[in-house]
């Protein structure tokens, strides 16, 4: 299983900005969520928004990107499931994401940490 920093994947498929200042991404290159389509981007934010914002615990939810035309790829397959919620004097909520990213015969699994914000938005932690 790979456990890394969440704001370095998720600046990668722009769930969020990439920090000024955050460590290169060149070792995602060869991974799978690499692979999804730039068009697909604003979908798989919603997804994750949806997930951090209104499912339980243990509740899985799941995307597909579209098939890219240029490379004819197969789409990736995430299956995402908050895995637990805590509240924090200091971070205020934070939930544990599970993601289940897929292509093909591979399979990778990574996990992050989320805080939500005072404007209601969710930040990857960097703990």
């Not at 928004?49 to 490379?71: F, K």
């Amino acid at each position: 299983m790979k456990k890394i920093l969440g704001c370095c994947v998720l600046a990668t498929v722009g769930v969020m900005p990439a920090l000024s200042g955050a460590a290169p991404l060149s070792f995602l290159n060869k991974s799978i969520i690499s692979r999804i389509p730039a068009a697909d981007t604003p979908s798989l934010q919603a997804t994750v928004g949806v997930v951090l914002n209104d499912m339980a615990d243990g509740q899985p939810t799941e995307w597909t990107s579209s098939q890219s035309t240029r490379t004819r790829r197969t789409p990736v397959h995430i299956v995402l499931t908050p895995q637990q919620t805590v509240q924090t004097d200091s971070a205020g909520t934070c939930r544990l994401l599970d993601a289940k990213v897929s292509q093909a015969n591979t399979d990778e699994n990574w996990k992050y940490w989320f805080c939500k914000q005072a404007d209601g938005s969710w930040k990857a932690s960097h703990n």
